[in-house]
């Protein structure tokens, strides 16, 4: 593969070889599917597959071997004894039709939250990186800026909003919802009234 895209775009079936064959004992899980969506029922193709942290950069780098890195985000969420966090590529993307979206999970446990940065394989990984950070409390390792990107600097550094096991978070959440005075009409009706001295 490279990244000139000359293969380009792969099947389902060609992806799968692919992984196997460069990834073999490494992949914990894989899985293809294909799934029909919106009202022309345009078929959409997916991958999930699962690598132990250990294995992590080798599948991004072996993702950026077919085509450079199309980085959605990564989504994240506590699971008990782990944190499971899910890299959404894209592969065959500049492919009308063609697009792949390839899911790669892979299970950090909580007595030792780190995994490496790939920002040098995939820069824009930085702002999902961060977010990760300040969320679940993952230290990301040579990540190139570790500041706080999303929570304000009063937020305590050793709580994290994501975290099922974090004491203490409800106390710091703000229940607008709860607080919120209601209107039977629109702010646009009761603006109007108002300016008409009703």
Do not use: C
Not at 57 to 73: F, G, K
Not at 95 to 102: F, I, K, R, S, V
Not at 134 to 154: A, H, K
Not at 169 to 194: D, I, L
Request: proline share 6%; charged share 35%; net charge negative.
């Amino acid at each position: 593969m490279n990244q000139e895209g000359e293969d380009l775009p792969l099947s389902l079936k060609e992806l799968e070889e692919y992984f196997n064959d460069e990834l073999e004992e490494k992949l914990k899980e894989f899985r293809t599917e294909k799934i029909e969506k919106g009202i022309s029922n345009k078929p959409m193709k997916l991958i999930w597959m699962r690598v132990a942290r250990e294995s992590f950069r080798d599948a991004v780098e072996t993702i950026a071997d077919i085509q450079l890195p199309h980085l959605s985000v990564a989504s994240g969420s506590d699971k008990g004894d782990f944190v499971e966090l899910i890299y959404h590529f894209m592969v065959n993307y500049g492919y009308p039709g063609q697009e792949t979206a390839l899911n790669l999970k892979v299970h950090i446990p909580k007595d030792d939250l780190t995994i490496p940065t790939i920002t040098d394989i995939v820069p824009g990984a930085i702002t999902t990186e961060r977010e990760k950070q300040e969320f679940l409390g993952i230290d990301v390792i040579d990540i190139p800026d570790d500041r706080r990107m999303w929570l304000d600097e009063n937020y305590p550094e050793d709580k994290y909003p994501w975290r099922w096991d974090d004491e203490g978070m409800e106390s710091m959440s703000r229940h607008v919802h709860e607080k919120e005075q209601t209107f039977e009409k629109p702010v646009s009706e009761r603006v109007e009234k108002e300016e008409d001295g009703d």
